[in-house]
Nanobody, 119 residues
Framework: QVQLAESGGGLVQAGGSLRLSCAAS????????MGWFRQAPGKERDVVAT????????YYADSVKGRFTISRDNAKNTVSLQMNSLRPEDTAVYYC????????????WGQGTQVTVSS
């Protein structure tokens, strides 16, 4: 069973940057595709970015393309999300998630970390 723990959230002004990190334990991290999702108040949880087990393929939601970068370090069992040029609409709880490569659904979820962007 994989456990995921996010860190790095906080309050930042519009135009600023934050880096989220997710530490994985309890499984073979390199077996899992990873993703970052977010959920704003009153809205559904949406995908932000995903990365394959090798890091060779990445996906970004249109709303964050060119501003956010997902990366992973399989030696350290971590996945990160660098967020630049933050906007108030990026305010949400951000979740780290993992799934077995080849699976459709994400099986493992962290507790989430709050990101608040002030205007």
């Amino acid at each position: 069973q994989v456990q995921l723990a996010e860190s790095g959230g906080g309050l930042v002004q519009a135009g600023g940057s934050l880096r989220l990190s997710c530490a994985a334990s309890g499984g073979t991290f390199s077996n899992y595709a990873m993703g970052w999702f977010r959920q704003a108040p009153g809205k559904e949880r949406d995908v932000v970015a995903t990365i394959t087990w090798s890091g060779g393929s990445k996906y970004y939601a249109d709303s964050v393309k060119g501003r956010f970068t997902i990366s992973r370090d399989n030696a350290k069992n971590t996945v990160s999300l660098q967020m630049n040029s933050l906007r108030p609409e990026d305010t949400a709880v951000y979740y780290c998630a993992g799934k077995n490569s080849g699976s459709y659904n994400y099986n493992y979820w962290g507790q989430g970390t709050q990101v608040t962007v002030s205007s």
